[in-house]
Structure formats: C-alpha cells, structure tokens
C-alpha cells in the first residue's frame, strides 16, 4: 500500500515540475543564470510532497543541463537528477528524463 502512495506522489510531483522553473540573469548581463529563485519557488510548491531540490545558486548561461539533488525531508536520503535548461529570452529548469526523476523521488521518500 505505502509503495502505491510513493508513486502516486511521485507522478504528481514529476507532472507538476514540468514547466515549472524559470530562472533569471545573475547580475548585470552576466555570463551567468541565478537559479535560486526557481529552486526556492519549487521547494515552497512541493513542501507538502516532502522533497527538497538542491542545485547550483548560478550555472553558465550557455549550458544545457544541469546537475541537482532532490532530498526527502523526513528520509534525509539523497538522489542525484539532471534538468535541462532550456529557451531563448526565458530560460527554464526541466527535467532531463521524466522517469529518472520519478525514480529519484520515489527512493528518497522511502
């Protein structure tokens, strides 16, 4: 029963992360994307979910992914997943793949 309950929180907080994280400049027309706004957006959203998403506070503006960690609040374990950074003018956070996000918020809340 409490397998069923992990996936069903898990496809719910994948499907919802979808379009979810836009991230800004750092600074002044920098080199750089500030990403702490979108991180800190997402784990307000899904605090009741019980995950925390961890990711670099800047990444280079011209990356295409990025390494994060997702964290289950109550678990304290860890799992690593990859978002893409994507668009022109507005550039979001999603992730890489649907499924290895799944995957990881499934082990962490275990």
Known sequence: MQDRAVRR???SLCGAF?????IGAAGCGGDKLDTTEAV?????QFKAF????????TIDKDV???????QGDKTG????VKLAV????????TPKDDA???????????
Not at 18 to 22: D, E, G, I, R, S
Not at 40 to 44: A, H, L, M, Q, V
Not at 64 to 70: H, L, M, R, S, Y
Not at 100 to 110: F, S
Request: charged share 35%.
């Open 9 to 11: 929180v898990s496809r």
């Open 18 to 22: 979808a379009a979810l994280l836009v």
């Open 40 to 44: 800190e957006s997402f784990n307000t």
């Open 50 to 57: 019980e995950v925390k998403l961890d990711c670099p506070d």
């Open 64 to 70: 295409t992914e990025v390494d994060c960690t997702i």
């Open 77 to 80: 374990k860890t799992a690593p």
């Open 86 to 93: 994507a668009g022109e003018k507005e550039k979001t956070l």
């Open 100 to 110: 290895a996000l799944q995957r990881a918020v499934e082990e962490v809340v275990r």
